[in-house]
């Protein structure tokens, strides 16, 4: 999964959000509210890793059901999908 470019994460104060930039802001202008998780899986997916590395990570770190993690983060994928901010 690739994060579409024109997209970027922005902490305001202790939120995060993503906010279109440059040409694709003049387009279209979305600002999405995140939380400390989905701004993890943000940056993990910017970095490069796989949506399964991207779960086996998080499973590790909170001590979860590596199956929930993967089904969360692909529940995340799809919402975020709906307003362009990912490309396959």
Avoid: H
């Avoid at 959000?17 to 989905?38: D, H, Q």
């Avoid at 796989?50 to 993967?70: M, N, P, Q, R």
Wanted: hydrophobic fraction near 40%; charged fraction near 35%; avoid cysteine.
């Amino acid at each position: 999964m690739k994060i579409k470019k024109g997209f970027a994460k922005r902490k305001i104060g202790a939120r995060y959000v993503v906010v279109t930039t440059g040409e694709l802001s003049r387009e279209m202008n979305i600002i999405i509210e995140m939380n400390e998780t989905s701004s993890e899986i943000w940056d993990m997916l910017d970095k490069g890793m796989s949506v399964e590395e991207t779960a086996k990570a998080l499973s590790e770190k909170y001590g979860i059901d590596y199956e929930k993690a993967l089904s969360d983060i692909e529940k995340l994928i799809e919402q975020m999908k709906e307003t362009g901010v990912f490309e396959d």
